[in-house]
């Protein structure tokens, strides 16, 4: 099964991203990304990549399910 989180761009160099991920800070590349992000949007990363940004709303509703979910 895999599994696409949710995380918060807090760095950014190039295609090269720093993301929080429920406070554990990670790599992302930026590449696959379907519209440009920057510092402050989420993203939904899968292995490394982020896939797709996420507004905001989405992203932080999201995190909360998973947060219930894996108590």
Excluded: Q
């Excluded at 993301?19 to 790599?27: L, S, T």
């Excluded at 992302?28 to 905001?56: C, M, Q, S, T, W």
């Amino acid at each position: 099964m895999c599994l696409a989180i949710p995380a918060l761009i807090v760095e950014k160099d190039g295609s090269w991203a720093k993301a929080d991920i429920g406070g554990v800070v990670r790599d992302v590349n930026l590449d696959l990304v379907d519209r440009p992000a920057e510092i402050g949007d989420y993203v939904l990363v899968h292995a490394g990549f982020a896939i797709r940004k996420l507004e905001k709303e989405d992203a932080e509703e999201t995190l909360k399910l998973m947060r219930e979910v894996f108590k």
